[in-house]
């Protein structure tokens, strides 16, 4: 949802999304409140009033920011301080701004997660209508050191930013649906997986657009 939000405020007019309860596998338990005031009646609205997408360049890597959530059991450990600084030591080779947050949470299951997002800008400014911002995440597992765990996060990011891609693996499939409300829109995916070509097809069918796909870029363009 972090690097989901801008998007969608390009389509609602406020979102609110409050964590209410954390849950880790295998009993989960998490709870979300999530309201969505939408900017928009219907799709026939939209057209000429909103941007299209626009992510194809990178720009220039300018802070790497992330959070770690750890289940209320292992702070005696400091699990979540290892993760983030397993994670932080890795990315030093970027000589950027490295800000990991750390929490603890009562939870049913002992668990934990890592997400670290880096924020690129253009020729010195970050677009709030189309930021660049790439992800990655890790789970805490059984018989993993949390070294490790921060180093597997870090890594997944360094190999996003090192493809040079505006758009990372995890979020280009759940791109394709809002560039479909905005044809013209173009988005360069560090990888395109199976999900965006289901994705696309599946769009295709419910409005008028069609998705072009060259190398990792995809294209939306109108057929009316």
Known sequence: MRRGKW????????IDLKILKRGYYPTGGGKV???????????????????????MKQGTLEQIRGIVNVSAELQEKKVAERISSAAQESLKKYAVPCTIRTEYAAASSIG???????????????????????????????????????????????????????????LADQLIP???????????????????????????????IKFMVEGKSVRCVSRQ
């Open 7 to 14: 998007l969608l405020l390009l389509l609602a007019a406020r």
């Open 33 to 55: 409140l999530l309201e969505i005031r939408p900017k928009f009646k219907n799709y026939a609205e939209i057209p000429g009033k909103v941007s299209p997408v626009n992510l």
């Open 112 to 170: 934990g997660d890592i997400l670290l997002w880096a924020i690129f800008s253009q020729q010195g400014d970050v677009n709030e209508i189309n930021p660049v911002i790439l992800a990655s995440d890790a789970l805490l597992e059984p018989q993993k050191s949390s070294e490790r765990i921060g180093q597997e996060a870090a890594k997944k990011l360094m190999e996003e930013i090192d493809s040079g891609a505006a758009v990372d693996h995890y």
């Open 178 to 208: 809002f560039m479909a409300l905005l044809p013209g829109s173009t988005i360069n995916a560090s990888v395109l997986s199976d999900h965006v070509v289901t994705n696309t097809y599946v769009v295709e069918k419910f409005l008028p």
